[in-house]
């Protein structure tokens, strides 16, 4: 059966995410989730109805949240289909590219590849910013163009004079995607105030990470409205159900948003002491985060990676030589964490 497969699908890796990696532990540092697990309500009602393709009230929840208007946005199975939307709506098979920039998100790649997208790297600078000479160079049949701020998995900020450059660079020939999925822990650099001058940009957001809610699956994209009626036109007839729907519209809610940003000071704090703790280990050098994680090198990132693993902390090896991710977990989860690797290269 498996020679029916499409010749890409048949040749493709999927993507290895933590849960596919698995692993045994108490301390799950290792898929960039929130430590907080928030209780919500619903009632399981109405599920003898299909669900509205985008409920109004979710959308203008999530719009004034964003400050964008409802019909710049549109919610998803995580941003995860936002990125697949994007490409088979604007992406011709066989025809049109995707450019983005390692190290970085990698569904950006298997998701073209699976459909049969040709994917353009141009690799981030020593700096791990944009190569912006390079990315002009590669522009040719180009259709979108990915760039993470903060980048998983090295944590920067591009900065924003690069993404203006980018779009200018681009415009009325490709969409820039700036995947936003860590902006909540630093929203000051978000581009979102660029949507207005600049139609060939659109913007990937989750509540997976800072609103503590990766199992519930709901992202979102904004971006103009001619860009979102795109979308509409290949999106599934109902994708988001009824319960996600609930849930979001309260995790959105005043009270719902006056507990993430608690807990996002609280993360914050936490990335701080882990930064701190770690830079005081000879031989460990760690790179400055803005998301809920921090990228950490190590003299032998495999061995470290591996001894964590063995005693229960599970972490993410990166594919930067000797770095690993660590996600920022509560204190305590932070202080094990610091407390292993010092006694590994006592």
Do not use: H
Request: glycine share 6%; with cysteine.
């Amino acid at each position: 059966m498996e020679k029916l497969a499409r010749k890409q699908v048949q040749q493709l890796t999927p993507y290895l995410s933590a849960r596919r990696i698995g692993g045994c532990g108490d301390v799950w540092l290792n898929a960039n989730e929130s430590p907080f697990n928030n209780e919500y309500k619903t009632d399981f009602a109405r599920l003898n109805r299909y669900s509205e393709c985008q409920p109004k009230e979710l959308i203008q929840a999530y719009a004034s949240y964003a400050g964008v208007k409802p019909e710049q946005t549109l919610t998803s199975r995580g941003a995860d289909e936002g990125i697949e939307l994007l490409i088979r709506a604007f992406c011709e098979p066989n025809e049109d590219a995707i450019l983005f920039c390692p190290p970085t998100y990698g569904m950006y790649g298997i998701s073209a590849e699976t459909m049969g997208v040709t994917r353009k790297v141009v690799p981030l600078t020593a700096e791990w910013q944009l190569d912006l000479a390079t990315i002009e160079q590669n522009l040719d049949n180009v259709k979108l163009v990915f760039v993470c701020s903060p980048n998983n998995p090295t944590g920067n900020l591009v900065k924003r004079e690069d993404i203006i450059s980018l779009l200018e660079m681009t415009k009325e020939r490709a969409i820039v995607v700036m995947d936003e999925a860590y902006i909540d822990f630093c929203p000051e650099a978000s581009t979102v105030d660029l949507l207005e001058q600049y139609p060939n940009l659109a913007i990937l957001r989750t509540l997976s990470k800072a609103f503590a809610l990766a199992g519930l699956r709901c992202g979102f994209t904004l971006a103009s409205e001619e860009i979102i009626n795109v979308l509409l036109k290949v999106i599934a007839p109902y994708p988001v159900p009824v319960p996600v729907a609930d849930i979001a519209i309260q995790a959105l809610s005043e009270a719902g948003l006056a507990r993430a940003k608690y807990q996002m000071l609280d993360l914050n704090a936490n990335r701080a002491y882990l930064q701190v703790g770690l830079s005081m280990i000879a031989g460990v050098e760690v790179f400055e985060g803005w998301g809920n994680y921090l990228l950490v090198k190590f003299s032998d990132g495999d061995a470290l990676f591996k001894g964590a693993w063995d005693t229960g902390i599970i972490l993410r090896n990166s594919p930067i030589e000797n770095c690993v991710r660590i996600s920022v977990g509560n204190r305590d989860e932070c202080e094990k964490t610091v407390g292993f690797i010092r006694n590994f290269y006592a």
